[in-house]
Structure formats: C-alpha cells, structure tokens
C-alpha cells in the first residue's frame, strides 16, 4: 500500500514520545486492546466498521486499507504493559 510501512519493519515508539492524540486515546483502551490500532477498529467498528469496508470495495474496487492501518499502529503503538 502506498504511503504505508510494512508492520516487520515497524519499530515501536516510547511511550513518552507518543503524541498526544495517541496518549488520548491510550486512555480508552481496553484489556483485550495490543495497540491503539484495535483502540481505533474498537472505536470505530460500530460507525461503519464491515458495511464501510464493503461500501469501500463496491465503490472504488480496492481495499480500504483498515486492516492494515490497524496493524501498523498496533506496531507503532503498542499497549503491552500499558494497562493495569
């Protein structure tokens, strides 16, 4: 995909050098969350979630890139020992 880093090569961020809209929506995360990439899906999948993704394809004939946008930021992102 165009613009996007493949997840092997991903290297996670800190923590304290996270910005601050990811620091946000750490807050939200839940236990089963890994990253804030599942913060978002979690979030978001009762907006459109699978109808968007399918809209998406019918319309412009190619993925929507969600999956791998959430895996990217499950990467980048991590939650691992982040929660109590």
């Given at each position: 995909?165009?613009?996007?880093?493949?997840?092997?090569?991903?290297?996670?961020?800190?923590?304290?050098?996270?910005?601050?809209?990811?620091?946000?929506?750490?807050?939200?995360?839940?236990?089963?969350?890994?990253?804030?990439?599942?913060?978002?899906?979690?979030?978001?999948?009762?907006?459109?979630?699978?109808?968007?993704?399918?809209w998406?394809?019918?319309?412009?004939?190619?993925?929507?890139?969600?999956?791998?946008?959430?895996?990217?930021?499950?990467?980048?992102?991590?939650?691992?020992?982040?929660?109590?």
């Amino acid at each position: 995909m165009v613009g996007m880093r493949s997840t092997a090569s991903q290297t996670p961020i800190p923590r304290a050098e996270w910005p601050l809209q990811i620091k946000a929506l750490a807050l939200l995360a839940s236990a089963t969350d890994q990253g804030i990439g599942d913060v978002i899906a979690r979030l978001l999948g009762p907006v459109g979630g699978a109808a968007y993704k399918t809209w998406f394809l019918a319309t412009f004939r190619r993925s929507c890139g969600c999956s791998e946008r959430q895996s990217d930021l499950k990467a980048k992102y991590p939650l691992a020992g982040q929660l109590q």
